[in-house]
């Protein structure tokens, strides 16, 4: 595996095209999380009481702050990365020229992860702008929200290297990311699960993604802060080196 | 030993499945010539090309580009080579200029220097009036002359072509070919594969013709005309198609 510069420019790439169409791309990665956010906040947030000392809304906010960002990684790293690899050949063209299959897999890891960044970070501007992200050590939820995409970048990149077509990613999702999403913590705690289904969830990498950011973003250190970071690190890694592998095997024989 | 020729494939060896694709395949090209390399479909010939831009590795035989080992030093050699793909990958979100200037920066170069290298390529592909268009917006021959162009960003000494003007038609196969003659005529080297044995005849100076994985035909078109499809009984010469049936047979290849 040779990672250089190359991963730069495969960034960069991805980079240019997002700024053609940041607008609608920006508005159609927050409107989603945004509808879920303020229907189920106020909604049934009207309902219920506090959960673990804050309202419902903030406590949903912050969780939808992981949710999203693992929604516009996984994304990214499927439906985008997939077309760039088999429908446009943008890979090809980009093996033609000095850079590594491992540059093109790290740039597009790299790239879900801002792009995920983005949307995150707009979520969590929104939560400060209604009051409820008023430390300033909110800001280190910024870092924690990049590695969370970085993680989901490198896991849906896994599945792009091995997807026959775009209907491979239904599965991705209704198996594997709609699960995790309501298991891990993000609209109610993960505590209230019955204990199988807890043990199952404290390994799921959204889980890790929940426990380390809500509580940055309301100022607080998480709970076991290094373990979750080193959890999401070792994910990415471990994706990163499977994704690399599956695409050398379907590109390069 | 560095040898100077731009081109070594020896004894080339790559098998799918325990099934060989190339079967002992050897040839070498000088500086300067465009060499064209021909077969029927499955012959081998973009499973020669991917070995010799180190994205397949050969089960045996050695290759050396441009003096460096391939595919070890394969990064290397890419960044002196040019490729024209057989299926085309431009951006479709860029426009001509952008694509252009983002495949430049693949091989590390700077924004001022592609920029300053756009407006010759642009001319050379004559697509200086479309700079800004939509790369959606051209034609079959346009996008092939764009991909030819985006090609030269790095100012390549080797050129290597799939099928360049497969899907064309006559007028912008023309064009290409005219590109492509000077292109030969400022002393690039060419490496292209082809089934159009008129364009064979009219651009490389040498081919060989593969089969089954191995070169069956090798020399100047006019010298393989003369070998293997002489003049017929009413005294007009043979052509390269002759040649290449009489070596290939005339099966149906798939």
Redesign the interface.
Known sequence: MELTWGMLAVWRRNCFVWRKLALPSLLGNLADPLIYLFGLGYGLGAYLPPIAGVPYFAFLATGTVAAATMNAASFEALYSAFARMQVQRTWEGILNAPVSLADIVAGECLWAATKASISGVAILIVIALLGYAQSPWAVLAVPAIFLVGLAFGALGLIATARAPSYDFFMYYFTLFITPMTLVCGVFFPAERLPAAVQAVAAWLPLYHAVALVRPLIFGQWPAEAVWHVIYLVAVTVAAFAVAYRLARRRLLG | MVSTLPLIVERLVKR?DGRPVLDGLSFVIHRGECFGLLGPNGAGKTTTL?CL?G???PDAGRIEVLGLCVPDEA??A??R?G?V?Q????????TVA?NLL??G????LSDAEISRRIPALLEFAGLSARAHASTRTLSGGMKRRLTLARALV?DPELLILDEPTTGLDPQARRLIWDNLARLTREGKTILLTTHFMDEAERLCQRLAIIDAGRIIAEGAPAELIERHAPRRENGCPGNLEEVFLALTGHALRD
């Open positions: 799918y991917r831009l994205h397949a590795v990064r290397k890419r960044a080579i490729v793909p299926f085309d990958n431009l951006d479709p979100d860029f952008e983002v495949y920066r693949y091989f590390g790095n």
